[in-house]
Nanobody, 124 residues
Framework: QVQLVESGGGLVQPGGSLRLSCAASGYTFSSYAMGWFRQTPGKEREFVSSISWGGSVTAYADSVKGRFTISRDNAKNTVSLQMNSLRPGDTAVYFC?????????????????WGQGTQVTVSS
């Protein structure tokens, strides 16, 4: 049974940093790309970042490029999202997801398993 569990969300002031982690279990982690998405009430889930199976290829939404960094540890079955220079507009529930293939993808339809989400609130 595929399971993805996010952690690391919370309340942070503008300009601050948070590190989200996602622990995966129930499948061969290194055989799939992974992604992070976010969602706010009344809006569709949006792509944040994706990383290929081996970690050599990454992709970012324009809104987070240069501020967020995705990484993975295939030995520990984890994927992380380091978020720096946070802005109020980054406030959302952040979801970890497993891609259907080895390769990065920005589309939600390319992902077949999702975590429960972790709340990130950026506010003074």
């Amino acid at each position: 049974q595929v399971q993805l569990v996010e952690s690391g969300g919370g309340l942070v002031q503008p300009g601050g940093s948070l590190r989200l982690s996602c622990a995966a279990s129930g499948y061969t982690f290194s055989s799939y790309a992974m992604g992070w998405f976010r969602q706010t009430p009344g809006k569709e889930r949006e792509f944040v970042s994706s990383i290929s199976w081996g970690g050599s290829v990454t992709a970012y939404a324009d809104s987070v490029k240069g501020r967020f960094t995705i990484s993975r540890d295939n030995a520990k079955n984890t994927v992380s999202l380091q978020m720096n220079s946070l802005r109020p507009g980054d406030t959302a529930v952040y979801f970890c997801a497993r891609a259907r293939t080895l390769y990065v993808d920005i589309n939600t339809r390319a992902y077949d398993a999702w975590g429960q989400g972790t709340q990130v609130t950026v506010s003074s």
